[in-house]
């Protein structure tokens, strides 16, 4: 059995060709100012682009929809696309909390974070790609696995709500104790390089552990997430694009919120919630089908909810 979907061979070219193309942009015209510290003007400017996209996209997507094959079709496509979004976009500030964790560890200079979350973000587009791709083929050829990814997002959301307050001890971390283990590290950091050859002999520098620890939590959030979209839609094409725009905007999300991200530490419990309820609403499919908006309007009063109740309990003059 294929999963129906309204993208053509032309739409997803043209959707990738837009992905390369903005890309190039960051990497090869923006990068050119060299090593920087991001500004939180320039952080939001770049936030508003991506999401400016983002709905310009969906936009386009339902006019063409609604031209060609009606506005009933048009109107659920462009509701699953900006559902998955809100979605993808909300479980996405998760990553945020793990990259300042990352960077407050190695203290990484404010002028480096860039180019390593641009390499992040290049790696979690790849890795979303390959796992929406099996994700498709398996919802395809067995159904039963959405009651399996409604389970296994169940019960992360149980666990993200029992340890949202626990921080992870990363001197412990598998990974990173194999790579001092195995490879030759420098104490400093020599610019934006991941590696340096001393006397002979190449060296990683700690941007370079760092790099790969953001690429070992992308993996494991998109774990979380590309189950969380197919329980609003089956169909490749929004699945990708919903997805694939959320992490473009990541990096300048990053940005924008890294100075206030512990004012909203409640909202990590939010988002636990959020993954218990998509969870729910897999695993009872096959007998009550929570429409789109309903399950949209669910999740919006989540995150606004935890937001709300962050910035009161943190607001300045507050006690802890």
Excluded at 104 to 116: H, L, N
Excluded at 164 to 192: C, F, Q, S, V
Excluded at 199 to 219: K, M, N, Q, W
Excluded at 226 to 234: E, N, R
């Amino acid at each position: 059995m294929m999963l129906e979907s309204v993208g053509t061979w032309w739409m997803w070219t043209g959707f990738i060709l837009l992905v390369i193309v903005m890309l190039a942009v960051d990497m090869f015209l923006l990068g050119r100012k060299g090593a920087h510290k991001v500004s939180a003007r320039e952080a939001a400017v770049w936030s508003l682009v991506w999401v400016t996209m983002a709905l310009l996209f969906n936009a386009a997507l339902w006019w063409y929809l609604d031209g060609n094959f009606g506005r009933e079709l048009a109107n659920q496509k462009a509701l699953e696309f900006f559902t998955g979004y809100l979605i993808e976009k909300s479980l996405a500030v998760d990553n945020i909390f793990v990259f300042l964790m990352l960077f407050s560890y190695f203290a990484v200079p404010a002028e480096y974070q860039r180019r390593v979350l641009l390499y992040g973000v290049l790696g979690a587009i790849v890795m979303r790609a390959v796992m929406i791709l099996l994700g498709v083929w398996l919802i395809a050829k067995f159904h039963w696995i959405l009651y399996f990814f409604g389970l296994f997002l169940l019960i992360t959301g149980v666990k993200m709500l029992i340890f949202a307050g626990h921080e992870p001890d990363l001197d412990k971390n598998p990974i990173l104790r194999w790579m001092r283990g195995h490879l030759k590290i420098t104490r400093e950091y020599h610019g934006e390089r991941f590696f340096v050859w001393k006397d002979g002999i190449r060296y990683a520098t700690p941007l370079f552990l760092v790099l790969v620890l953001i690429e070992v939590s992308d993996l494991i959030f998109a774990v979380d997430s590309i189950p969380a979209i197919f329980a609003i839609t089956h169909d490749p094409f929004i699945v990708f694009t919903s997805n694939i725009f959320a992490i473009l905007g990541l990096r300048a999300m990053y940005f924008l919120l890294a100075d206030i991200a512990p004012r909203f530490h409640l909202l990590k419990y939010g988002l636990a919630l959020v993954l218990a309820f998509i969870g729910v609403k897999m695993l009872i499919v096959d007998f009550f089908k929570i429409p789109v908006l309903a399950a949209l309007a669910v999740v919006a009063l989540i995150l606004a909810i935890s937001v709300i109740l962050s910035i009161i309990k943190t607001r300045p003059g507050k006690p802890a």
